[in-house]
């Protein structure tokens, strides 16, 4: 069973930064695009981030300028430098990953991590 299993957040003062990290850990034959969502209080998820397995980035507007995202193919690991914290960026950080079962991509399915808070004061 192929888990996803994130790490970093915590509690930050604006302006402040956090790396999060996220691990895809079990047994697949390989991870094609990952992701990191986020959900604020009320709100609905949105994209923050993705990146392909060759490493192609795509941002969503708010974190255009602030965030970089990259990624460890050794390590099966996501991660996601967030910098310039603002209040409005507090919300629960999931991790996403398009997991390639074998090399047929009809077998391919998504995954998410159990999310990590974060948490920006102002």
């Known amino acids: 069973q192929v888990q996803l299993v994130e790490s970093g957040g915590g509690l930050v003062q604006t302006g402040g930064s956090l790396r999060l990290s996220c691990v895809a850990s079990g047994t697949f034959f390989s991870i094609n695009d990952m992701a990191w969502y986020r959900q604020a209080p009320g709100k609905q998820r949105e994209l923050v981030a993705d990146i392909t397995s060759t490493g192609i980035r795509g941002y969503g507007h708010s974190a255009k300028g602030r965030f970089t995202i990259s990624r460890d193919n050794a390590k099966n690991t996501v991660y996601l430098e967030m910098s310039s914290l603002k209040p409005e960026d507090t919300g629960v950080y999931y991790c996403?990953?398009?997991?390639?079962?074998?090399?047929?991509?009809?077998?391919?399915?998504?995954?998410w991590g159990q999310g990590t808070q974060v948490t920006v004061s102002s």
């Open positions: 996403f990953a398009d997991v390639a079962k074998s090399d047929s991509p009809e077998e391919d399915y998504e995954l």
